[in-house]
């Protein structure tokens, strides 16, 4: 039995490259067959959060790791957001990867369309040494269906096929049963199971039935959602295993997370039964606007856009489409009355095909009269490589292969964005290993956050000035002022379309005497971090229109009036 070292995505969210630079010699002691990297979450928050680039990070890995393999696992389209990437952009990223010590990749697709996962191992397999399909694992369709789609892994080269379940709701019985019938593919089966107990159920169970490999986390303080442990499965399938070096790794990822770590989503989603990322993450918006009570009410929403939406695997976008959209359905009191581009995207087949069927009626809500795709996504898009290389010459800067794939990757980063990092510096040898990291007297590096109250035309806006930059947040309307930037908030009536919840007004599309249909869209609401379109719900002409860019609009505030 193999065993692969796994991080959670929240993990690189909670720590910098250089708190693990003592942790990944001891990892490469322990004898995993790989130590297998969320390249998604590696660049996202190297790239946002840290602010350096993962070509740093993954020298200070590989700097670390001499013996263990690197296994890098993506979205097989694109690592990060919601972004597809066009082939030629895919094989350069894979390319230059491989150039920073990754030996092999893991591919997966949220809706497992194997379209797309075809494009992705072809173009792996000529630059890495070894290419890993996975299925996500969705309740509702018979064994056949998998097998199936395992045997047309290993046609396209996949030399393993990985069963992982994101959501959690894979149980040990199915797992007796599949794990037999993708070993029948002719290829080795690895098991990449997620939700606290059950996923060690299911993962000893399919141990049991013949799984080669299981991956295992180091770090169990970013939520029950991880798979399981690597200590509780050495203790589980090896008799008489040394856990002091595994317990010191653990102890060291301990110090460096401090206090973060599970929050109460996780015994929500136990409770609730809901996969266990997706409560988190709509848990996380509703603290936002101070409407966590509203929870139970966002599961149940949840357990229904899943069956709207074809059951969409909980992994990579999907995750944060959903949660947004159970949290502005419960908040609105009205079921897609606002829908955000991620939403509309998904159901256009901007992804791909879902697992299982759309309901056509709301597709038809959402899209109004624009067409669902067929294709695969990445064959309407042109070659990305020459044109990001001729933007880069346009701003100044470097055409490098590192550079390149940072533009394709993040298209709002400015020429700052591209200067060099200073040098992470190699793991010390000599750094003593304890259960507590030694003192020491540097201080320790602070960021300064400063916040301000600006007064502009009697609206009141909290300016909080980092060394990243400026971001503005509402921070209320000043004596004697509505919400809005602009003029007083108009009263509701009939056939007014009213804001869904306290936002920015980005975009008015609309203009009074225009003429509209139902699932139009009239004004754009930016909230939540990401732009929602305000649609009309009946059609008419606009009689009337409320607001301007720029305004600040308060929950059910109207923004036009159809008649």
Same mark, same amino acid.
């Given at each position: ?479 004697? !002022?509505?919400? /809005? *930037? ?8 009939? =056939?007014? %379309?009213? #804001? @869904?919840? +306290?936002? &920015? ?30 649609? !009309?719900?009946? /059609? *008419? ?8 860019? =720029?305004? %600040?609009? #308060? @929950?059910? +505030?109207? &923004?036009?009036?159809?008649?």
């Amino acid at each position: 039995m193999k065993l692969i070292a796994t991080f959670d995505g929240r993990l690189w969210d909670l720590l910098a490259p250089t708190d693990l630079t003592e942790v990944w010699p001891l990892i490469d002691e322990m004898g995993f067959a790989a130590v297998q990297l969320p390249m998604g979450s590696v660049f996202d928050a190297g790239a946002k959060g840290h602010g350096i680039k993962p070509w740093k990070q993954l020298d200070a890995i590989k700097a670390g790791l001499k013996k263990t393999p690197i296994l890098g696992d993506l979205r097989a389209q694109g690592p990060v957001e919601q972004r597809v990437l066009a082939d030629d952009a895919v094989e350069l990223l894979l390319t230059r990867l491989v150039e920073s010590g990754v030996h092999g990749f893991r591919f997966f697709d949220p809706l497992n369309d194997l379209r797309n996962l075809e494009a992705a191992i072809g173009l792996a397999s000529s630059v890495s040494k070894f290419v890993e399909g996975s299925l996500c694992f969705v309740p509702g369709f018979d064994v056949g269906h998998w097998q199936d789609m395992a045997r047309r892994l290993v046609a396209m080269g996949s030399r393993a096929v990985v069963l992982r379940d994101p959501n959690g709701r894979l149980t040990p019985t199915e797992c007796r049963q599949l794990v037999p019938l993708l070993a029948e593919a002719k290829a080795s089966v690895v098991l990449g199971l997620r939700g606290g107990d059950l996923a060690m159920a299911s993962t000893l169970a399919g141990v049991e039935a013949g799984a080669t490999t299981v991956d295992a986390t180091l770090a169990k303080a970013a939520g029950l959602d991880s798979v399981p442990s690597a200590a509780a499965l050495l203790a589980a399938l090896t008799p008489n295993v040394d856990l002091a070096l595994l317990a010191e790794i653990e102890t060291r990822l301990l110090c460096a997370l401090g206090p973060s770590g599970s929050g109460p989503a996780e015994a929500v989603s136990l409770y609730c039964g809901a996969p266990p990322g997706l409560v988190r993450a709509a848990a996380e918006l509703l603290a936002e606007h101070d409407a966590i009570d509203r929870l139970p009410a966002v599961v149940v929403e949840m357990q229904s856009l899943l069956t709207d939406l074809g059951q969409p695997a909980m992994v990579g976008p999907v995750t944060k489409v959903l949660a947004s959209q159970a949290v502005m359905n419960v908040i609105s009191g009205e079921r897609y009355a606002t829908v955000t581009q991620g939403l509309k995207d998904y159901l256009h087949g901007l992804w791909g095909t879902a697992n299982g069927p759309v309901d056509g009626e709301i597709r038809r809500q959402v899209l109004g009269r624009d067409e669902f795709l067929t294709v695969r996504p990445a064959e309407l898009l042109d070659p990305q490589v020459e044109p990001a290389r001729a933007r880069l010459r346009k701003l100044g800067v470097e055409e490098s292969d590192e550079n390149i794939l940072l533009t394709l990757l993040f298209p709002h980063l400015g020429p700052a964005s591209f200067a060099d990092d200073p040098p992470l510096g190699p793991p010390t040898a000599e750094a003593p290993v304890t259960n507590v990291p030694e003192p020491s007297d540097e201080k320790p590096e602070t960021v300064t956050v400063n916040e301000y109250d600006v007064e502009v035309e009697g609206e009141v806006f909290r300016v909080r000035v980092t060394p990243a930059g400026m971001s503005f947040l509402v921070a209320g309307p000043a004596a004697g !002022a509505g919400v /809005s *930037g602009s003029s007083p908030a108009a009263v509701a009536g009939p =056939g007014s %379309v009213l #804001a @869904p919840m +306290q936002g &920015l007004i980005v975009k008015v599309p609309v203009k009074k005497g225009d003429t509209v249909k139902a699932g139009d869209v009239v004004a754009v609401l930016e909230a939540m971090k990401m732009q929602n379109d305000i649609v !009309a719900t009946t /059609s *008419g002409a606009i009689h009337e229109v409320h607001v301007r860019e =720029g305004d %600040v609009v #308060a @929950p059910n +505030q109207p &923004l036009v009036t159809v008649r």
